[in-house]
């Protein structure tokens, strides 16, 4: 007999408890920006960040908590200089790559 699961009953997702280490954020960063959507990218450093701790990644970054969760929100365009931040901060660093090798 099957026994039939409601979709309430499943447990939340959450990426950022997958996020372990550099290596793991690296390649999800890197899948993000593959994809091409620049506006996924500051969603994806803010579940990066949750993941190693907001509070941390913030002064690392000099910034505020509650700025940072700004600067991160999913439809956030945060500068430059703040993405190059939160990405040194979290021990990762964005590579250019020729398109044509």
């Known amino acids: 007999m099957t026994q039939t699961i409601k979709i309430n009953d499943l447990p939340e997702f959450d990426l950022a408890e997958h996020l372990k280490n550099e290596a793991d954020i690296a390649a999800y960063l890197t899948l993000v920006i593959a994809d091409g959507d620049m506006s996924e990218l500051a969603h994806a450093l803010g ?3 949750r993941a190693r701790g ?13 700025a940072l969760y700004k600067a991160l929100r999913p439809d956030a365009a945060p500068r430059f200089d703040t993405i190059n931040r939160v990405c040194t901060a979290l ?11």
């Open 54 to 66: 907001m509070t941390e990644i913030a002064k690392a970054c000099g910034l505020t908590r509650e």
């Open 47 to 49: 579940l990066a960040a």
């Open 91 to 101: 021990g990762v660093k964005l590579v250019a790559q020729p398109v044509h090798s």
